[in-house]
Every structure is written in C-alpha cells, then in structure tokens.
C-alpha cells in the first residue's frame, strides 16, 4: 500500500515561518494530487494547498499570498512553505494523496497521521 509521513510541524511565533513536509512511498504507480488539509479545535477540516500531477496549486482563501506549496516528483514528497504565520494557522495538518497503485485508471486516496503547528502571539 503506501505510506505518507509528515514533518515539521512544531512550535513558531506569530510573523515567523515553518515548513512542512510530506513523502509517499510505498506501491504507487502514479500520483494524481497531493494535498494539505487542516483542522483547528472545534472547526471542519479546511483545504490549504494543492499541487496537481500537471503542476498546478491552489489554495484556501485564508493562506493565499503566505504559504507555497512544492513537489519533488522524483521523490514523491510535497512541501508547504509557511510564512508569515498567524495565531489562526494553529491546527492539525494532514497530508492527503491520491494516487494509483494498481488497476489502471483506479484512484485511491491516503492520509497522512497529521502534524501539529502551534502558533503563539
């Protein structure tokens, strides 16, 4: 099957920067897309970023102008540069995959076991 592990998550202060990181492995023959989603205390989980197997990213209202999302496609690991932090970016992030890993043309989802960012006034 495949695997996601997250990191860098962690503690940082309001205006300052993390970056996190994602990398797939295990039996995967394509990736469709790759996403990064978060969930604060008490909200839905919420889009933040998204890059596409043709290179294309989007992102949730709330991020735009701060946080860049990358892939290193050889490596098959995703990057969300995070700048100019706010005490609101504090919640859970999770790393989604879709991909396929057998049957051609069948997609199949994966998340990640989330990481914490903690932003602090």
């Known amino acids: 099957q495949v695997q996601l592990v997250e990191s860098g998550g962690g503690l940082a202060q309001a205006g300052g920067s993390l970056r996190l990181s994602c990398a797939a492995s295990?039996?995967?023959?394509?990736?469709?897309?790759m996403t990064w989603q978060r969930q604060a205390p008490g909200n839905q989980r919420e889009l933040v970023a998204q890059?596409?197997?043709?290179?294309?990213?989007n992102y949730g209202d709330s991020v735009k102008g701060r946080f860049t999302v990358s892939r290193d496609t050889a490596k098959n690991i995703m990057y969300l540069q995070m700048d100019n932090l706010k005490v609101e970016d504090t919640a859970v992030y999770y790393c989604?995959?879709?991909?396929?890993?057998?049957?051609?043309?069948?997609?199949?989802?994966?998340w990640g076991q989330g990481t914490q960012v903690t932003v602090s006034a």
């Open positions: 890059v596409r197997s043709d290179g294309a990213s």
């Open positions: 989604k995959v879709i991909c396929q890993t057998g049957t051609p043309g069948r997609l199949s989802t994966y």
């Open positions: 295990g039996s995967i023959v394509t990736i469709n897309s």
